[in-house]
T-cell receptor
Framework: DSGVTQTPKHLITATGQRVTLRCSPR?????VYWYQQSLDQGLQFLIQ???????AKGNILERFSAQQFPDLHSELNLSSLELGDSALYFC??????????????FGPGTRLTVL | AQSVTQLGSHVSVSEGALVLLRCNYS??????LFWYVQYPNQGLQLLLK??????LVKGINGFEAEFKKSETSFHLTKPSAHMSDAAEYFC?????????FGKGMKLTVNP
């Protein structure tokens, strides 16, 4: 158990809909990262928040957004969903903003299926 | 930009045999390198990390990796495979605030 929790575990929805994925980092970790894992793209970094502020952005679509709240939990919002958004979405946390120094601890993921 | 390459997608070994999973990196600066393991239907778990302290890095579950600058490699090894090692293994390099992952290698262990 990494100490990172993600809800829900599974999500099935229809095209055009909007969903919210939730992540609670390990106790004391200030950084939250979101990754998408799909068969064709592999593991792709989406976005990072550090202590409530956006720190880095990766291959995140404009239809996707995220935020980190004062209690440090984070939410990833996916809107106007398309079939290609079906994937496993991971949240990770680390104690600082620089992944090179501190490893990232991954949650169990949310499996999103868009029908 | 930094990147890692894991050639192939699947490797199969017999129980008790050597496990060797290859990873080559591309980086213009000394890299921080990681190996993660993903068991079926689970998240990623850190096996080991290289942060320039020592070239031979020992990790959990009997795995180790050696950083070779001359070969730009960070291959993962385990002397004797166990059935419980069956999983997918990802090599990753740190690039600024994010991890850049290889495509992963699925390890099958045959009895």
């Amino acid at each position: 158990d990494s100490g990172v929790t993600q809800t829900p575990k599974h999500l099935i929805t229809a095209t055009g809909q909007r969903v919210t994925l939730r992540c609670s980092p390990r106790s004391g970790d200030l950084s939250v990262y979101w990754y998408q894992q799909s068969l064709d793209q592999g593991l792709q970094f989406l976005i990072q928040y550090y202590n409530g502020e956006e720190r880095a952005k990766g291959n995140i679509l404009e239809r996707f957004s995220a935020q980190q709240f004062p209690d440090l939990h984070s939410e990833l919002n996916l809107s106007s969903l398309e079939l290609g958004d079906s994937a496993l979405y991971f949240c990770a946390s680390s104690s600082t903003g620089t992944s090179g120094v501190n490893e990232q601890f991954f949650g169990p993921g949310t499996r999103l299926t868009v029908l | 930009a930094q990147s890692v390459t894991q050639l192939g997608s699947h490797v199969s070994v017999s129980e008790g045999a050597l496990v060797l999973l290859r990873c080559n990196y591309s980086s213009s600066v000394p890299p921080y390198l990681f190996w993660y393991v993903q068991y079926p239907n689970q998240g990623l778990q850190l096996l080991l990390k290289y942060t320039s302290a020592a070239t031979l890095v020992k990790g959990i579950n009997g795995f180790e990796a050696e950083f070779k600058k001359s070969e730009t490699s960070f291959h993962l090894t385990k002397p004797s495979a166990h059935m419980s090692d069956a999983a997918e293994y990802f090599c990753a390099v740190s690039q600024s605030e994010k991890l850049v992952f290889g495509k992963g290698m699925k390890l099958t262990v045959n009895p």
